[in-house]
């Protein structure tokens, strides 16, 4: 049971422990550390599955402590899962992920955010014409706007989780790896920004398309904090992710799933850092850590 696959299974049979005993923390930290297994063996078999898992234990934590924190996660892991099914091209299973996030939010009691979901997810539906998901989707619209679909949120929420989740594992191809071109990472009151790029895949030019839309953004948004954003752009595709004191932004030309999880990871590494009030320690700290990851990247002053 010493082998990556034993430790596996030792540690979802504690998750399902935890799951059976509604135990929502011990189900997260297991699965978590079988994430933590599947990441070292940069193996994703069974990621979406874990992705999924922990957004609805995740859910379940929201319920009962009604801590948005909880919430946010769950989105975060069912972004994560939506990843994996863009690699995938399976358009079925990215709507189904959207309208999660469409009922999750139903019953969080935030319709607008609700409608925003299910629209994106009908939109979706009808770019690759994919008709019976279209009805049903359709179908949840007007329930929302007649105020039914509280009754049938909780029987709909548990058929999709299954769904997504108790199917045979789909064959998983080679997936190009994603590029990080440039890296901004800022304080969120903007007391110490730093802005950084990859000295083999990057430019100036990269860190200066990043600097007009970090720009942008400033001018566009609201402060979402512990919020994951994720956009296509012209030139690629940027990341956002927000933390307590942080916020990064990264400019791609796609993201994988397991450099998608890396950069999620990655600022609540510098939230736990000793020395994060330290400019230098800090920076060190983000270089290297950088390094161990993705590559490396080098500042650049862009004044």
Known sequence: MKSPVGQTFLYDLEAIDG???????????????EREIMFKNQSVEEASDIEIRLA?????????????EHLNQAYNH????????????NYIDM????????????????????????????????????LNIKREIVENLEQLKTG????????????????LTFRKTEEVKAKKKGAIYSI?????????????????????????????FLDLW???????????????????????E??????????????????????????????NFSFRYIPEELEEKILKTLDKSIGKFAPVDLT
């Not at 999750?104 to 690759?128: G, H, I, V, W």
């Not at 800022?186 to 600097?211: C, F, P, V």
């Not at 001018?219 to 956002?240: D, E």
């Open 184 to 212: 901004f990472i800022g304080t969120q009151d903007r007391a110490w920004e730093l802005m950084l790029i990859n000295e083999k895949k990057g430019n100036m030019n990269d860190a200066s398309y990043l600097q007009g």
């Open 78 to 89: 069912l972004d994560l899962a939506k990843t994996i099914a863009i690699e995938n091209q």
């Open 95 to 130: 709507c189904r992920l959207i309208m999660l996030k469409g009922f999750l939010a139903t019953k969080s009691n935030l319709s607008n955010q609700a409608r925003a979901y299910f629209e994106e997810a009908l939109q979706l539906a009808n770019d690759y014409n994919l």
């Open 19 to 33: 799951e059976l005993h509604g135990n929502w923390a011990k189900l997260i930290n297991y699965l978590i550390k």
């Open 218 to 240: 400033k001018n566009v948004s609201k402060s979402q904090p512990h919020q994951t954003i994720y956009f296509t752009v012209s030139k690629g595709a940027v990341l956002i």
């Open 148 to 163: 039914m679909i509280q009754k049938s949120a909780n029987s709909i929420l548990r058929r999709i989780f299954n769904r």
């Open 56 to 68: 609805e234990a995740y859910f379940k934590n929201y319920q009962e402590t009604e801590n948005l």
């Open 242 to 271: 927000n933390s307590a004191h942080f916020q990064l932004f990264a400019f791609c030309d796609h993201l994988d799933y397991l450099t998608r999880l890396t950069i999620q990871n990655f600022l609540p590494d510098l939230e």
